[in-house]
């Protein structure tokens, strides 16, 4: 089983709708966690990191839950520009390093 | 420099031959990493330095080396290379090591470098 599993989708949405991804995680030793957005061709850039009690950036919501492994990210009122590929990313303290999903496409149309 | 650096911005190579891949950075941050994506594998790290003159191996070590001379240059050296390593690389810093009990530590990518090996 892979540490950090993601639909890679192509999630294909119009503008103005919501959309969620989820990604499960392995380690349940894991502290840290983050979702990047990475454009085609480009490199990963973080989107935001996820708290505990869940946190919220403009129409992005991002939630923890620690008892059943997963993160999710929430977009609102989706735009044309946030079309994109979006990486969860899980801190493995016993690992000393950044597992990363393989990512979830995003296509926002007109 | 702003940021990361890496170059050259991509190369085609002949398989057997040595590469180096060249990253710096300008932010003085402690950690450095490399990476290589491939179409659904995502990042997977190859090989880490958390401070200057200390290296560490990752995920996918075999076949790559790396130096850290000074606080700012972190090369990958591919020394006899292969079809399969054949993929787009990322350098990426942080400014504290990851795993050391921190609940935050992102990390900044440079913009790639695109290797065919043939």
């Known amino acids: 089983r892979k540490e950090v599993e993601q639909d890679p989708g192509p999630f294909n949405v119009p503008e103005g709708a919501t959309v969620a991804f989820n990604c499960t995680y392995s380690?349940?030793?894991?502290?840290?966690f983050f979702w990047y957005r990475q454009d085609c061709r480009k490199e990963p850039k973080l989107l935001m990191s996820?708290?505990?009690s869940g946190n919220e950036d403009g129409r992005f919501t991002a939630q923890l839950n620690r008892a059943s492994q997963y993160i999710s990210l929430l977009i609102r009122d989706s735009k044309l520009s946030d079309s994109a590929t979006y990486l969860c990313v899980v801190n493995s303290p016993g690992r000393r390093a950044l597992t990363f999903g393989s990512g979830t496409r995003l296509q926002v149309q007109p | 420099i702003a940021g990361i650096t890496q170059a050259p911005t991509s190369q085609i190579l002949a398989a057997g031959r040595r590469m180096t891949l060249r990253c710096t950075q300008d932010?003085?941050?402690?950690?450095m990493y490399w990476y290589r994506q491939d179409l659904g594998l995502g990042l997977r790290l190859i090989h880490y330095s958390n401070t200057a003159g200390t290296t560490g191996k990752g995920e996918v070590p075999d076949g790559y080396s790396v130096s850290r001379a000074n606080t700012d240059d972190f090369p990958l050296t591919l020394a006899s290379a292969v079809p399969s390593q054949t993929s787009v690389y990322f350098c990426?810093?942080?400014?504290?090591?990851?795993?050391?009990?921190?609940?935050?530590?992102?990390?900044?990518f440079g913009p790639g470098t695109r290797l065919t090996v043939l």
């Open positions: 996820v708290y505990s």
């Open positions: 990426a810093s942080s400014d504290r090591p990851n795993g050391l009990g921190v609940s935050y530590n992102e990390q900044f």
């Open positions: 380690n349940s030793a894991s502290q840290s």
């Open positions: 932010m003085r941050h402690n950690a």
